[in-house]
């Protein structure tokens, strides 16, 4: 069974920096891309990049370049994001989810991380 | 970037009625387009791939369809786990942009 299990929930001071992690299991983590999506309370999704755990390649978007770092772990089966420079607008649930190289939805998800952004 | 233009924001609809959600994109997709279901509190599901295929496991009663810039999902007999919030999201072009979601109820 495929399983995508994120990190806890996050409470964060408005200019710190946080480590979202995902850990895969149940599939080949080198055969898919990994994404990062972001879901403002009550608000739609919005995605934020992605990586290929087989050479950690990424890509970006352009709004979230200077927001979030992509990297994976194949020895841990790992991805993480870190999100520096926190403000409010960062105040979201983050998720991780798995893509197919062929195919480029998103088929299996994290449970999400909760990240609020407070003094 | 391409926009995704999602109708309607809301529906409420009753068991066993047929419910189309709507979703149109800024430019030609090209099929390259994928249905989710996210219930409360709980992580998007993929439900139908390529404008119209179903998704492993998901019911019969969903199907997709559409071509071009024009897409919906049907949901058949709508059921009470049917009550989520359902997004689209066209992957036929970097970066990959979804719609702002269709609230179901019931009614």
């Known amino acids: 069974e495929v399983q995508l299990q994120q990190s806890g929930p996050e409470l964060q001071r408005p200019g710190a920096s946080v480590k979202l992690s995902c850990k895969a299991s149940?599939?080949?983590?080198?055969?898919?891309?990994m994404y990062w999506v972001k879901q403002r309370p009550k608000q739609g999704l919005e995605l934020i990049g992605r990586i290929d755990p087989e050479d950690c390649s990424t890509d970006y978007v352009e709004k979230f370049k200077n927001k979030a770092t992509l990297t994976a772990d194949t020895s841990s089966n790992t991805a993480y994001m870190q999100l520096s420079s926190l403000t409010s607008e960062d105040t979201a649930t983050y998720f991780c989810?798995?893509?197919?190289?062929?195919?480029?939805?998103?088929?299996?998800w994290g449970q999400g991380a909760s990240v609020t952004v407070s003094s | 970037d391409i926009q995704m233009t999602q109708s309607p924001a809301s529906l409420s609809a009753s068991l066993g009625e047929t419910v189309t959600i709507e979703c149109r994109a800024s430019e030609d997709i090209y099929n390259g387009l994928a249905w989710y279901q996210q219930k409360p509190g709980k992580s998007p599901q993929l439900l139908i791939y390529?404008?119209?295929s179903l998704h492993t496991g998901v019911p019969s009663r969903f199907s997709g369809s559409g071509s071009g810039t024009q897409y919906s999902l049907k949901i058949n007999s709508l059921q009470s786990e049917d009550v989520a919030s359902y997004f689209c999201q066209q992957y036929y072009d970097y970066p990959y942009t979804f719609g702002a979601g269709t609230k179901l109820e019931l009614k």
């Open positions: 149940g599939y080949t983590f080198t055969e898919y891309y």
């Open positions: 989810a798995r893509g197919p190289y062929e195919q480029l939805y998103m088929d299996a």
């Open positions: 390529n404008a119209n």
